[in-house]
């Protein structure tokens, strides 16, 4: 089914650990974000891209990196993993036309120990 | 910069009972407007959206919305809501000049649903 596929869907890390999360889409959408998604604030960027090679930062950028190398998949990499990150991550892809509203992933519940 | 403020964090409605959610946008000119819907453990759905012309969108599920520029408002509603309505809602902006910039969503109302 085409669509936005985000693994893992639950993973407990320690502090300290790293890991990527997985976003791939096969719509051949050109743009991908991250957004992660916290009780009482609603969904907060981390970080977009609007095409493969071409990545920028969202609201609350720090401890995350991202990088394009094709259209189809955008992973988010946890550095040095925080409590602070503990959340419910969403992908989302859209075609690079004004007005297109995004497609989103099922999520990844992220807790970090 | 665009923003959306969604005033109520919490609504609880009587199945049958009509619903309306409200949103309120921040946009020098008329932005792209949306609601989605996001069932418990799921990701996020595109309910409808609005860009220009008829101010009265219809959406999937027996949703609507108004677009109201005097009140930079797009309130969601239904008629007569289901018991699988319950979820959270999430109206979000986008700007019509670029199709690189980011959506902004507002922090979400979630809606329950009772017998």
């Known amino acids: 089914n085409a669509g936005v596929t985000q693994t893992p869907k639950f993973q407990v890390l320690k502090t300290g650990q790293s890991m990527t999360l997985q976003c791939a889409q096969d719509?051949?959408?050109?743009?991908m974000s991250w957004y992660r998604q916290d009780p009482g604030m609603g969904l907060r960027l981390i970080h977009y891209?609007?095409?493969?090679?071409?990545?920028d930062q969202g609201e609350v950028p720090n401890g995350y990196n991202v990088s394009r190398s094709t259209t189809e998949d955008f992973p988010l990499r946890l550095l040095s993993a925080a409590p602070s990150q503990t959340s419910v991550y969403f992908c989302?892809?859209?075609?690079?036309?004004?007005?297109?509203?995004?497609?989103f992933g099922s999520g990844t519940r992220l807790t970090v120990v | 910069a665009q923003s959306v403020t969604q005033p109520d964090i919490h609504i609880t409605v009587s199945e049958g009972a009509s619903l309306e959610l409200r949103c309120n946008y921040s946009?020098?000119?008329?932005?792209?407007l949306f609601w989605y819907v996001q069932s418990p453990g799921q990701g996020l759905q595109l309910l409808l959206k609005?860009?220009?012309?008829?101010?009265l969108v219809q959406g999937i599920k027996g949703f609507e919305a108004e677009f109201k520029r005097s009140q930079s408002s797009f309130n969601l509603r239904k008629p007569s809501v289901h018991w699988s309505d319950a979820a959270e809602y999430f109206c979000?902006?986008?700007?019509?000049?670029?199709?690189?910039?980011?959506?902004?969503f507002g922090k979400g109302t979630r809606l329950s649903v009772i017998a």
């Open positions: 989302a892809s859209r075609r690079a036309i004004s007005g297109e509203g995004y497609t």
């Open positions: 719509m051949n959408h050109e743009y």
């Open positions: 891209s609007v095409g493969a090679g071409i990545t």
């Open positions: 946009y020098g000119a008329t932005p792209y």
């Open positions: 609005y860009f220009s012309g008829d101010t």
């Open positions: 979000a902006v986008g700007d019509p000049t670029s199709g690189n910039t980011p959506l902004v």
